[in-house]
């Protein structure tokens, strides 16, 4: 009879590398399916285009709006940033409140009121047009649009007045507010702004009354200052009235006071600049509940319905002395997609010239989706490699989702399982055109429901004057914390890269699962000999733990510290690099049992009194023997 044997020890060393992580996060796919620089799972790290593996920067409180809001419930609502030369703040609504910001991180109300949102609870969308910050649900009862605006001397708000009540999704393209009505399902359109002064802006003479001699006008009550005008008379009746001061920070229309006596039967009615004219509402998507908006390339604006999603072109007719603003009933309505949509305005971001969202299929690219209809193919998810990600999202609350985009980064936050808040956060690299994984930091459970260390509620980019630009997130606590990515490398300390959502810090718990090391061959076993390990400048200390055929074994190195320049081949040769360098750490493997998968696993040690916090994870090298099966005749 035959006689088998093994002849793998007579072979030459096989050799297997991750050689870099530029490729991000696979974990659609199977792990042995994955290339030399992508990794089955990362959580809490990040890459550049070298393809180093590093720590993510930390999120820090930047500014304190618990000690000024009231209970343990806080509602946050909407975050953003106004940049005018004669102000810059960051503006939190919270609680039905709003908060200004400075670049110091010094919080103070827009006023005396205690509410200048209508609601406490809902969703406060806002954008920026010239000096003023339009937001939806003012707190008036009329739960219009309205406006805030810095004076010179005091922030002041006023109300839109004759905005969409309970509108949505405000978005600004060439100077006009673009809110939704979600009643009617129609959007509304302004005019040209800035025209919203919180000033009367026209009289009319309703009676013009008897025995009255020229004098002036004023005007009382409305909440607002500093009206004025004049009159004219002929034959004691009132015949013309003309503005000199509109005033400012009306709320409600005055009464009109005129100076002489006369008979007492003059009536002077104000009015407000008509700023959404009725004929400037129309309808999109037959039906299909409108979801969210947002500014595209040029004068396009995209309305995003639960399951489609159109583009408005908003362009102004060209005249022959100037350009013509055209009435919404000329706009020019084509269709994206009529069989996905968007299920959350916030998730909505440029990313460029194009348009990154979320729908129930995944993460969506405009620019891909408007392919779909050419070569009936999905091209338009960018997602899927991570679907198993996207498949745990708790799509109930998903209309809470929000992102942002960021120095190449689509960040994506969304609750998951049973979660009601922003829970998982996932990030792509737009440079690479890949996932970086998830971030989520400490996770605590707590009646079943897992809880992050960072849970944004709404993101905002800053540039204020004289320092960096920076991300902020607005925590479901009510904290802005500010991401810590604008440090220069050369300025970094640990704390960097921890996260501190109120006064401590917190480690990230990052954790990496590479792909499977297979030495080119999936269906033979193997015996591994060694493994190699590479760190670029890095002083995390981690444990290194070992998977074989998807089954973990005993950690190959516990509390590495990675910092230590500790050279570590099969034999022992201690030797010390230089600060800053290269390390590399060297480990006989010949006590693992033969397997035809290795993977390995990298996370942050728990090592008590640890204060080193940055992986730079450069390479990983190992080298094995194939055992092949040979039969003797």
């Known amino acids: 009879m035959p006689v088998y044997y093994n002849d793998g020890l007579d072979?030459?060393?096989?050799?297997?590398?991750?050689?870099?992580?530029?490729?991000?996060q696979i974990s659609n796919f199977r792990e042995n399916l994955l290339n030399e620089s992508q990794a089955e799972s990362l959580k809490d790290l990040d890459t550049e285009k070298n393809g180093i593996l590093k720590s993510r920067r930390g999120f820090h409180r930047f500014s304190d709006l618990i000690g000024t809001v009231s209970g343990t419930d806080t509602n946050t609502q909407g975050l953003a940033y106004f940049d005018t030369d004669a102000k810059e703040s960051l503006v939190a609504f919270v609680n039905g409140r709003i908060y200004v910001i400075n670049s110091s991180g010094?919080?103070?109300?827009?006023?005396?009121?205690?509410?200048?949102?209508n609601s406490v609870t809902a969703q406060v969308d806002s954008c920026q047009v010239a000096?003023?910050?339009?937001?939806?649900?003012?707190?008036?009862?009329?739960?219009?649009?309205?406006q805030v605006k810095w004076t010179g001397a005091a922030w002041e708000v006023i109300e839109v007045h004759d905005g969409p009540t309970n509108s949505k999704f405000l978005v600004n393209n060439g100077f006009r507010i673009f809110a939704v009505q979600p009643s009617d399902n129609q959007v509304y359109v302004s005019d040209i702004l800035p025209s919203v002064s919180g000033g009367v802006d026209s009289l009319t003479i309703t009676d013009g009354g008897a025995t009255y001699t020229a004098g002036t006008l004023s005007a009382t009550g409305g909440g607002g200052s500093s009206f004025a005008g004049t009159y004219t008379v002929?034959?004691?009746?009132?015949?013309?009235?003309?503005?000199?001061?509109?005033?400012?920070?009306?709320?409600?229309?005055?009464?009109?006071?005129v100076s002489h006596a006369g008979d007492g039967n003059a009536v002077i009615t104000p009015a407000f600049?008509?700023?959404?004219?009725?004929?400037?509402?129309?309808?999109?998507?037959?039906?299909?509940?409108?979801?969210?908006?947002?500014?595209?390339?040029?004068?396009?604006?995209?309305?995003?319905?639960?399951?489609?999603?159109?583009?408005?072109?908003?362009?102004?007719?060209?005249?022959?002395?100037?350009?013509?603003?055209?009435?919404?009933?000329t706009f020019s309505i084509?269709?994206?997609?009529?069989?996905?949509g968007c299920l959350s305005h916030g998730s909505i971001a440029q990313v460029g010239e194009d348009l990154y969202y979320l729908s129930r299929t995944g993460v969506r690219s405009i620019r891909r989706t408007m392919e779909e209809n050419m070569i009936a193919s999905d091209v338009?998810?960018?997602?899927?490699?991570?679907?198993?990600?996207?498949?745990?999202?708790?799509?109930?609350?998903?209309?809470?989702?929000?992102?942002?985009?960021?120095?190449?980064?689509?960040?994506?936050?969304?609750?998951?399982?049973?979660?009601?808040?922003n829970d998982t956060t996932i990030v792509y690299n737009t440079n690479t055109q890949s996932w970086m994984g998830v971030w989520r930091g400490t996770v605590t459970i707590s009646s079943g429901v897992e809880s992050s260390t960072i849970n944004p509620t709404d993101y905002a980019v800053t540039q204020f004057t004289g320092g960096k630009p920076f991300l902020v997130s607005l925590?479901?606590?009510?904290?802005?914390?500010?991401?810590?990515?604008?440090?220069?490398?050369?300025?970094?300390?640990?704390?960097?890269?921890?996260?501190?959502?109120?006064?401590?810090?917190?480690?990230?718990?990052?954790?990496?699962?590479?792909?499977?090391?297979?030495?080119?061959?999936?269906?033979?076993?193997?015996?591994?000999?060694?493994?190699?390990?590479?760190?670029?400048?890095?002083?995390?200390?981690?444990?290194?733990?070992?998977?074989?055929?998807?089954?973990?074994?005993?950690?190959?190195?516990?509390?590495?510290?990675?910092?230590?320049?500790?050279?570590?081949?099969?034999?022992?040769?201690?030797?010390?690099l230089g600060s800053g360098a290269i390390t590399r750490f060297r480990y006989s493997m010949t006590q693992y049992p033969e397997f035809r998968e290795l993977q390995f696993n990298f996370k942050q040690s728990a090592q008590a009194g640890t204060d080193s916090k940055y992986l730079a994870l450069r390479s990983i090298h190992a080298g094995g023997f194939l055992n092949s099966v040979g039969v003797e005749s």
């Open 475 to 576: 925590d479901k606590i009510g904290n802005p914390l500010q991401f810590r990515d604008f440090v220069e490398d050369i300025n970094l300390v640990d704390e960097d890269f921890q996260d501190k959502p109120v006064t401590t810090l917190i480690d990230t718990g990052w954790e990496a699962t590479t792909r499977a090391f297979t030495f080119g061959e999936q269906m033979t076993s193997k015996d591994v000999e060694f493994a190699e390990f590479e760190f670029d400048r890095s002083d995390a200390v981690i444990d290194i733990g070992v998977l074989l055929d998807n089954e973990s074994n005993d950690n190959l190195a516990d509390e590495l510290d990675t910092g230590s320049g500790e050279l570590r081949l099969t034999f022992t040769l201690p030797s010390t």
């Open 380 to 421: 338009g998810i960018i997602s899927y490699p991570i679907q198993d990600v996207i498949d745990s999202i708790n799509w109930a609350k998903a209309d809470i989702a929000t992102a942002t985009w960021w120095r190449g980064r689509y960040i994506l936050s969304f609750p998951t399982g049973a979660s009601l808040t």
């Open 273 to 329: 600049t008509t700023v959404f004219p009725a004929a400037n509402a129309f309808k999109v998507g037959l039906g299909d509940p409108i979801t969210g908006m947002a500014t595209w390339v040029g004068f396009n604006v995209v309305v995003f319905c639960k399951n489609s999603c159109y583009v408005i072109d908003t362009n102004p007719v060209p005249a022959t002395a100037a350009p013509t603003v055209p009435a919404a009933s």
């Open 334 to 340: 084509r269709t994206i997609s009529t069989s996905s």
């Open 131 to 146: 000096d003023k910050l339009f937001y939806n649900s003012y707190y008036n009862g009329s739960n219009r649009v309205g």
């Open 234 to 257: 002929d034959a004691g009746v009132i015949k013309t009235v003309t503005i000199t001061n509109a005033g400012t920070g009306y709320t409600s229309l005055p009464t009109i006071v």
């Open 11 to 24: 072979d030459p060393v096989q050799y297997d590398r991750q050689a870099s992580f530029v490729g991000g």
């Open 106 to 117: 010094t919080a103070a109300t827009v006023d005396s009121e205690n509410q200048r949102v």
